[in-house]
């Protein structure tokens, strides 16, 4: 048995606490907003999860030293943007040598820093967490399919191969999969790109487009991002994975997907901002946008599908007139590795 501090109390967050509480190990969750803390500790429910019982043995705590002293896993579950913030309220509580693992998924937009490399940041400014352990834990993993125990594959990623195996072994059981991959920045980039992906996913959705274009976007898609990631130094393998063009299905397809649902209201007319308040929480593909476009800027890589992206979403771009422009681009060789 593992004793597991979860901080956050979002659909992932909760999905995993109570999938690692059902397999035997001793967990607490905190969240910044107490009022989730009190909510969900007294119901057992969360409203965005309806399906799932949160077990008794779950403890939920307004203290985030509760959640981080004596714990084998720090389990990071906050939306990007809130990762540096909660590494800084929670760095008095975090030994040196902890093993973190990091679930969510994002690139820093000012130091374009991945997740992991921001808590490591935050960590290391007092010079007492030198030794911190970090795991990106990416793939195609819904939230709402791993309340209800539908069998899932996920990745386990970290250049310390011990740490990356300790976590594939606390968080695998008969419903969960854990794979390792020693490219701990290829994972993170995949998780964080293909959320743009799926909104122009959702976009064509919106727009009466089909199945046809969804392949297109999803395989050029991919393409964009592993030609980023080969400029980047990451293994073109982890491309091809569960973290890469896995969790890119997942998310540029499902129901579940909130990206591509926000997509969606997009491309049937709705305002990006209004899109992202009907879909009620965090869209990470726009909160993505921003490093997408310095990293393609900082590795001369061109990203047509990105671009089209951020001229609909943060523009004003029309998006038919936007497709229009992406279908009608100088012809190019598929296998132009260099500008295709």
């Known amino acids: 048995m593992a004793k597991i501090g979860v901080l956050g109390a979002g659909t992932w967050g909760m999905a995993l606490a109570r999938m690692l509480c059902v397999s035997g190990h001793e967990v607490t969750v905190w969240s910044a907003l107490e009022r989730e803390v009190e909510e969900y500790g007294a119901s057992r429910r969360h409203p965005n999860l309806p399906g799932m019982i949160i077990p008794d043995e779950i403890h939920f705590t307004k203290m985030v030293g509760e959640a981080c002293e004596g714990k084998d896993i720090i389990l990071f579950a906050v939306p990007s943007v809130f990762v540096r913030s909660t590494a800084k309220t929670a760095c008095p509580f975090i030994p040196d040598g902890q093993l973190i693992v990091d679930v969510a998924k994002g690139i820093e937009p000012d130091t374009l ?29 819904h939230a709402e399919e791993v309340a209800l125990d539908l069998p899932t594959t996920i990745v386990a990623s970290c ?9 594939q072994k606390v ?51 991919m393409y964009e991002i592993t030609r980023l990631g080969r400029a980047m130094g990451c293994d073109e393998h982890t491309f091809y994975g569960l973290a ?44 993505a946008i921003p490093a997408a476009l310095r990293l393609q800027e900082k590795y001369g890589i061109e990203m047509p599908l990105v671009n089209a ?31 295709s």
Request: charged share 25%; aromatic share 4%.
């Open 309 to 339: 992206v951020d001229a609909v979403v943060n523009h004003g771009a029309d998006p038919k007139e936007t497709v229009k422009e992406l279908m009608t681009r100088a012809p190019r060789s598929e296998l132009d590795y260099r500008m």
């Open 244 to 287: 890469g063009i896995g969790d890119l299905i997942v998310t540029a397809t499902s129901e579940h997907s909130r990206n591509n649902r926000c997509g969606h209201l997009i491309g049937e007319g709705m305002k990006p901002e209004d899109a992202v308040k009907k879909v009620g929480m965090v869209v990470e593909g726009i909160n």
């Open 159 to 167: 250049e310390d191969k011990e740490a990356a195996a300790c976590v």
């Open 171 to 221: 968080f695998m059981n008969d419903v969960m999969r854990v794979y390792t991959n020693d490219d701990v920045l290829g994972v993170e980039l995949c998780g964080a790109m293909k959320n743009i992906i799926a909104l122009a996913s959702g976009i064509a959705l919106g727009l009466g487009y089909g199945d046809n274009t969804k392949a297109a976007l999803i395989t050029r898609g």
């Open 113 to 141: 820093f991945t997740l992991t490399q921001v808590i490591g940041d935050e960590l290391k400014k007092d010079g007492k967490h030198d030794r911190i352990r970090l795991v990106a834990l990416s793939g195609p993993t």
